[in-house]
């Protein structure tokens, strides 16, 4: 009887640190997405894109995205993200690559970054 009990809550405790281990994971999804949404940095649109397209050709909506999550996932790690139009769209290039390597961003990386940032800064500027 004693066994059977304690088996019983070894079981009903194993379950217990799953269900927590389970509820933690959901809260850092969660915190992680909500992370790089809450940062603010504007959404490209179908004009970002197509303006894009016209100094990156084959740039998509995609690559816009990827450019804009990972600066806002990266360049975030030491510092709150600036918005695109408060660097002037010609200046981007020089502050990205100065700041490639202590990022980690890839030169792939850094390139979808310089053309989110370059591309928004140039919409929001024309706003």
Do not use: K, N
Not at 21 to 50: E, M, Q, R, Y
Request: hydrophobic letters at 45%; charged letters at 15%; a positive charge.
């Amino acid at each position: 009887m004693f066994r059977r009990r304690f088996a019983a809550s070894r079981r009903l405790a194993a379950s217990g640190r799953f269900a927590a281990s389970l509820a933690c994971f959901a809260l850092v999804a969660i915190a992680s997405v909500l992370g790089c949404a809450g940062t603010g940095l504007p959404i490209a649109g179908p004009a970002d894109v197509s303006r894009a397209s016209v100094r990156w050709p084959g740039t998509s909506a995609g690559d816009l995205e990827r450019g804009r999550h990972l600066y806002g996932t990266h360049c975030a790690q030491c510092h709150s993200p600036v918005m695109p139009a408060e660097v002037a769209a010609a200046e981007w290039p020089g502050h990205i690559h100065e700041m490639q390597e202590r990022a980690g961003l890839t030169p792939a990386e850094a390139d979808l970054v310089t053309r989110y940032l370059v591309t928004m800064a140039a919409t929001q500027a024309s706003r």
